[in-house]
């Protein structure tokens, strides 16, 4: 059974850095691309982050290029996000998701529960 | 970047009735890389269909998917008490990777 269980989340005051994780099991990690969505309260779906199963590809919205950074630990089976300078207009639901093949251009097969981003002073 | 633009925004049907959603890209879709995900309140999204009309693993038929090229539909043929949900599209032809704004079926 695939798994993916997000950790991190919590209240970061405006500039501040957090960082995300999603640990994983049922699959083998390093043969599958792997994504990070946002969902601002109320709001709908937003691409943030992909990278390839490798860790070699890696892209972002125009949103958060510069500030954030995907990466991930195949031996630890862990996707991470490393987000800095961070705005109230990130606060949101983080999701990450197992894309179908080891490209990033494939559709998200799998998602977390998502953990929950908040930015204020 | 591809704009993907859902409509209705809210599809108020009954129970048995047949739900049509529709998605419209900016520019072609490449290899009509466009999936289409369902999300209940308080869940994460669930993967419906993929590649414009290939159904995800253990997604009855009910729900099917169609278009190409920049017009996507995805049907549901008889709306089921647990199929009350948003949905959105998504393309993944190309980045950014793009959402649509989402279409909400809601019980008449």
């Known amino acids: 059974e695939v798994q993916l269980l997000e950790s991190g989340g919590g209240l970061v005051q405006p500039g501040g850095s957090l960082r995300l994780s999603c640990a994983v099991a049922g699959f083998t990690f390093s043969s599958y691309a792997m994504s990070w969505v946002r969902q601002a309260p109320g709001k709908g779906l937003e691409w943030v982050s992909s990278i390839s199963g490798s860790g070699g590809g890696t892209s972002y919205a125009d949103s958060v290029k510069g500030r954030f950074t995907i990466s991930r630990d195949n031996p630890k089976n862990t996707l991470y996000l490393q987000m800095n300078s961070l705005r109230a207009e990130d606060t949101a639901v983080f999701y990450c998701?197992?894309?179908?093949?080891?490209?990033?251009?494939?559709?998200?097969?799998?998602w977390g529960q998502g953990t929950l981003v908040t930015v204020s002073s | 970047e591809i704009v993907l633009t859902q409509s209705p925004g809210t599809l108020s049907l009954s129970p048995g009735e047949r739900a049509t959603l529709s998605c419209r890209a900016s520019q072609s879709v490449s290899s009509s890389y466009l999936a289409w995900y369902q999300q209940k309140p308080g869940q994460a999204p669930r993967l419906l269909i993929y590649d414009a009309s290939s159904r995800a693993t253990g997604i009855p038929d009910r729900f099917s998917g169609s278009g190409s090229g920049t017009d996507f539909t995805l049907t549901i043929s008889r709306l089921e008490p647990e199929d009350f949900a948003v949905y959105y599209c998504?393309?993944?032809?190309?980045?950014?990777?793009?959402f649509g704004g989402g279409t909400k079926v809601e019980i008449k």
């Open positions: 998701a197992k894309v179908e093949g080891y490209s990033v251009y494939d559709p998200m097969e799998y």
């Open positions: 998504q393309q993944y032809g190309g980045s950014p990777l793009t």
